[in-house]
């Protein structure tokens, strides 16, 4: 079995017409591609030995790049500057490839299309999709020796364009959130529209799983049509709306771990930075690995349900409930009478819940008020300009609630490592971390405490 990686160098400079061809450099982007591919080309194994690379300026500045952005990594010795792979003729390619002489289970190449997306196309039947620069295809041959290289005898691995690599790669060419005025019978269709665009522009990143950005994002525009959608039903009682975020409500649940794998890795990365005693013990107890492990088990699922049918026919769905005549009657009996009278009820609910909390009631009821105070805040932005204040107030208790849940989250994922280790503990190092944290949580609890909604007058008007 052979692995073959075909990268197509990044993007390249055309504003000087006195250039050769194979003279042109790579411009801004093309360097900010680079940037953004170098630690998913380690990841996937596409820069181990050998590489080779066309000749051409902006092939060179490809690699060239790569090995600048990773320089802990010994890759140099790897690197093999080939001229033949300077072609745009895929002939050329499967030709040099099949009269390689390397044992290597694997080979990447650095060049230029069309050539590289043609001799993809060839050796699998056409099954891949047309490189962008930067993009890099892993293929698999079920080859003794590449001399045995035939037409469709390899699969597709995996196609990773920098765009699903980078979600500021991704966001440069996003389209804008459209202006909707203050209408809100124009503004609550056109907004769960552009978030319905945006959660399917946004999976193929969350399925790469590179940058948990794309992950989060996905989860913000799934709240954003929930919540909007939510606080329309409350007010006008369409039932109608309800069933239709049934998915949505569904996929922002499945997600949520990966979601809290995401932010703890981080947070271990950042917590072992200056700690070394904890660094070696991430290391040597294999923590490290068990998380990373999960992530990846959570990820390969979620993106299996991603990339079924069934979840792009209840988009479909869900983009037929926003765009019918069920939303045009919700946001007609929306008004901005039924809204305050609303937002009064939720707000007296919330400060009910506040008022039940102590300093032993357990976590479960600190998030119930996280969760009502939210519910009360997507109620208070269909009518922005006269909750301004109201909407300042909430963004502080979320803050607080924030902190809270990320701790207790992160002691519940400490506990899932200590259950999976045969003496049921953690390592000392960790059971310090583990005791940080929970007095960390015990500090978020209290300074909820201490600080009451103010959310009992509704004169919220600046005016």
Known sequence: MKNLFLIRHAKSSWTDDSLHDIDRPLNKRGKRQVAAMAGPLLELGALGDPVYVSHACRARQTIEGLLEHLPEQDLVSGIRFEPTLYTFRAKHLFKWLRSLRSDASSVTLIGHNPALTDLADMLTDGEVPDMVTGAVLH??????????????????????????????????????????????????????????????????????GIDPEFLHQFRVNLRRSRAVTEAVETISGESALRKGLKPLKRMARRTSQLRDLDVF???????????????????????????????????????????????????????????????????????????????????????????ALSTDAPDEDFHEVRKALKRLRYLAELDKGYYRPLLRELKEQQALYGEFQDRHQQLWLLAELADSRMDRRLPPVMTELADQIDRERQAAREAILARAPRIDDQGQSDD
């Open 139 to 208: 293929l698999r041959l079920p080859l003794d020796h590449r001399r045995q290289l035939g037409k469709g005898k390899g699969t597709l691995v995996r196609y990773l364009p920098p765009a699903q690599a980078s979600y500021r790669l991704y966001r440069r060419k996003a389209p804008d959130t459209p202006e909707t005025g203050n209408s809100l019978h124009k503004q609550v269709p056109v907004s769960l529209r552009h978030q319905l665009d945006t959660i399917r522009a946004l999976q193929p990143g969350v399925i790469q």
């Open 265 to 355: 890795l981080h947070y271990l990365d950042q917590q072992a930075s200056d700690n070394p005693r904890l660094q070696r013990s991430l290391r040597s107890s294999g923590a490290t690995d068990f998380y990373r492990h999960w992530r990846e088990q959570e990820r390969q699922s979620l993106s299996g349900e991603l990339e079924r049918k069934k979840w792009h026919r209840e988009l479909t769905q869900w983009e037929q409930t926003i765009t019918g005549k069920v939303l045009d009657r919700a946001v007609g009996e929306t008004t901005p009478d039924a809204i305050h009278d609303t937002v009064r009820e939720r707000g007296m609910l919330c400060l009910g819940l506040f008022r």
